[in-house]
C-alpha cells in the first residue's frame, strides 16, 4: 500500500498550518520524501487462519492470576453440533495469543422469522471475561475493552466482527432470540502479522524455562508487529519511540525483518513538530500523523540510539545518513534544558518522561543518565557516519555531565545514586548511571547488589524498566544474576499463564494498572518482548 501523492502533502500541509511559512518548519524539504519512505517500506501482512482448539468455563482460582482460570469444558464439534439457543453461552479457547479478524457461522434447519442479537468478548487472560465492564472505572476510553454486540439479520449467516482484535479467548452470549432454534460454528480468526523470516535456533542445551521464555517473547513480538511496531494490538494499536527501540532490538536478532524498523524511523522524522522535536507517538491512518503534543524527552533521545544499533545491524548507511539531522535535533533540544551540565527538572515544559509505570519514581537521576547514554551513542553513530566534526562538542559534554552526575547524584560513603530533594534509592536510578558510564562495573555492582537487596528501594514495576535492569547487570558482569533476573521476572508470568508478555507485571500486585482498571492493561505488550534480546544476544549467559 503506498500513500498517494494527495495524502502526503495534505499530511506535510498539516504540519504547516501554524507557521506563516514552511521555511520555519524544521526539516521542511525532507519531509515529503522521508514520508514517501515510509510508504514503500509499508510491510505485506501475512495472514493464516486460526481456530479455537477447545471449549472452556471460567472458575474462581484464589491461586491464579487475578483469580479466574479455565477448565476445560468440551471440544469444538459437541459446540458446533448442539442447539446454541439451549446452551446460550459458550466460552472457546484458541490456545494462543491471536491478533486478528473474528468470523463465526449461524446455521438453522428452520425459517428464521426474526434477528439474532450476540455479546462477544475477546480477552486476553481469564479475568476480562470475569470482571465487569461497567460502570467502567478507568482512565482510557472504555472503547478499548473488547465486547462487541452483533445482530444477524438473516440465516444462514457468516459474521466477521469489523474490528481488529487480540486475544486468546473468546465468549459469545445469546443476547435475543425468537422460537427457531440455531447452531454456531466455524469459529475462525483471521491471524496477521508483518513478522516473517526464521529465526535462529538456540543452542541444544538451553535451559527448558529459558526456551519457554524465548518462545513467549518472539510471540510478544509477532504479535505486535503490524504495520508498524505498535504499541500493543489490542490498545493504542501506534508506533511509540520507546517500543520501536526496544522492538527492534528483537527483531534485529531473530525475524530481521529491517524494513519495518526503516519504515517506523521515517514516519517519525517525517512528522517531527516544527521545531524539530520528535512526538512520541504517531499514527498512520486516516494518513500518517502525529499526536500532537505528546512529547517525552526520554523517548525523543532514545531515536538516535535507536538509528545507531539500525545501522550497526544493517549496515544501511543511506537511511542513516538522511535521518542524521534529527539525531542533531534531539540532542540540541535537550541541551536547553541542562543546568550546570545536569538536567533542570525545575524547568516545566509540557511533557512528561516515562521510565517506568511507577508513580512514586523520581526520575531526576535516571533522565541524567539517560541524556548522557544518549549522547555517548548517538556520537558513536557520528563516528560511523564520518560526521564528528559537525558535533564535536558532544564528548566533552558527556565528561561534564558525568563529573557533574558524581557531584549531584553519587554518595561514595553508601556508593549508590540518589535522586530528588528526599534522595530517593531506586533502581533504576542506578541504571541509568551504569549504562551511561557515570559508574564503573565495580560501583556499579556494588550499587545493584546493595538496592536488590533492601526492600525499601523503589522497584521497577514494568518490564520496560526491567530490560535497562537486566542490561545494566550484565554491563557490570553480573551475569548470572541477571540470568536469574530474567528468569524470575519473565518467568513469573509465564508461571502465572502468559503466553504473551504484559504491558504491566508486579510480582506483588496482580491488579496493577496505571489507568484504574486493570481489564485495560495491554496482556501483549511491545516492550516486554526483549528476553528475546537477550537470549540471542548473550548466548554464553542465557543458551545454556
Known amino acids: ?100 479478524y473474528f468470523s463465526f457461522s449461524v446455521d438453522t434447519d428452520t425459517d428464521s422469522d426474526a434477528p439474532l442479537r450476540f455479546r462477544l468478548t475477546f480477552a486476553e487472560v481469564p479475568s476480562e471475561l470475569n470482571t465487569p465492564f461497567d460502570p467502567y472505572p478507568g482512565s482510557l476510553s472504555r472503547a478499548w475493552l473488547q465486547d462487541e454486540v452483533v445482530t444477524v439479520m438473516r440465516l444462514p449467516a457468516e459474521v466477521t466482527v469489523p474490528r481488529r482484535v487480540a486475544f486468546r479467548y473468546v465468549k459469545i452470549e445469546m443476547l435475543a432470540h425468537s422460537s427457531f432454534d440455531f447452531r454456531i460454528t466455524d469459529m475462525r480468526c483471521r491471524a496477521v502479522t508483518s513478522a516473517s523470516g526464521e529465526v ?69 522524522a517525517a512528522l517531527a513538530d516544527e521545531e524539530g522535536w520528535l512526538h512520541a507517538t504517531v499514527y498512520e491512518y486516516p494518513t500518517p500523523h502525529p499526536q500532537q503534543h505528546q512529547h517525552t524527552m526520554d523517548y525523543s533521545l532514545l531515536y538516535g540510539v535507536t538509528l545507531c544499533e539500525y545501522l550497526q545491524a544493517t549496515g544501511d548507511r543511506s537511511t542513516a545518513e538522511d535521518l542524521w539531522p534529527v539525531v542533531v535535533r534531539q540532542i540540541e533540544f535537550a541541551r536547553t534544558y541542562l543546568r550546570d551540565d545536569v538536567y533542570d527538572m525545575d524547568k516545566k515544559p509540557g511533557w512528561w518522561l516515562v521510565f517506568d509505570w511507577k508513580d512514586d519514581l523520581d526520575r531526576h537521576a535516571s533522565v541524567q543518565g539517560l541524556m548522557t547514554f544518549a549522547i555517548e551513542r548517538s556520537y558513536e553513530l557520528a563516528r560511523m557516519l564520518g560526521r564528528e566534526a559537525e558535533v564535536k562538542h558532544w564528548p566533552g559534554l558527556v565528561k561534564a555531565m558525568k563529573t557533574a552526575s558524581r557531584k549531584t547524584f553519587f554518595d561514595k560513603k553508601t556508593g549508590l545514586v540518589h535522586s530528588g530533594p528526599d534522595r530517593q534509592v531506586s533502581h533504576l536510578s542506578q541504571v541509568w548511571m551504569i549504562l551511561s558510564g557515570t559508574l564503573s562495573a565495580e560501583e556499579g555492582a556494588r550499587a545493584l547488589k546493595t538496592v536488590l537487596a533492601d526492600p525499601t528501594a523503589c522497584y521497577p514495576g514494568s518490564p520496560y524498566a526491567y530490560h535497562y535492569l537486566i542490561e545494566a547487570m550484565i554491563r557490570c558482569g553480573m551475569a548470572e544474576e541477571a540470568r536469574e533476573k530474567l528468569m524470575a521476572y519473565w518467568g513469573g508470568m509465564i508461571d502465572r499463564g502468559a503466553d504473551t508478555f504484559w504491558e504491566v507485571y508486579d510480582p506483588n500486585d496482580d491488579f496493577k494498572s496505571p489507568y484504574g482498571f486493570f481489564p485495560i492493561n495491554s496482556y501483549c505488550h511491545a516492550w516486554s518482548c526483549t528476553p528475546v534480546y537477550f537470549i540471542h544476544k548473550y548466548k554464553d549467559i542465557f543458551q545454556r
Open 200 to 268: 535462529p535456533a538456540l543452542a541444544p542445551g538451553t535451559d527448558p524455562r529459558i526456551r519457554r521464555i524465548h518462545d513467549v517473547g518472539l510471540a510478544t513480538l509477532r504479535e505486535c508487529m503490524q504495520t508498524v511496531y505498535e504499541d500493543g494490538p489490542k490498545r493504542d494499536q501506534r508506533l511509540w519511540i520507546g517500543d520501536l527501540y526496544l522492538e527492534s532490538l528483537a527483531n534485529a536478532l531473530t525475524f530481521r525483518n529491517h524494513a519495518l524498523t526503516r519504515r517506523c524511523l521515517y514516519l517519525l
Open 1 to 100: 500500500m503506498n500513500l498517494s501523492t494527495k495524502s502526503l502533502m495534505a499530511c506535510i500541509a498539516a504540519l504547516c498550518m501554524e507557521s506563516a511559512s514552511a521555511q520555519t518548519i524544521a526539516f521542511a524539504p525532507q519531509r515529503e520524501a522521508w514520508l514517501h519512505k515510509a510508504a514503500e517500506n509499508m510491510p505485506r501482512l501475512i495472514e493464516t487462519e486460526k481456530r479455537p482448539c477447545r471449549v472452556v468455563v471460567s472458575r474462581p482460582d484464589s491461586l491464579a492470576f487475578q483469580g479466574w482460570t479455565m477448565d476445560e469444558a468440551g471440544d469444538m464439534a459437541s459446540l458446533y453440533g448442539e442447539s446454541f439457543k439451549a446452551r446460550r453461552e459458550a466460552i472457546v479457547d484458541f490456545g494462543e495469543h491471536t491478533t486478528g
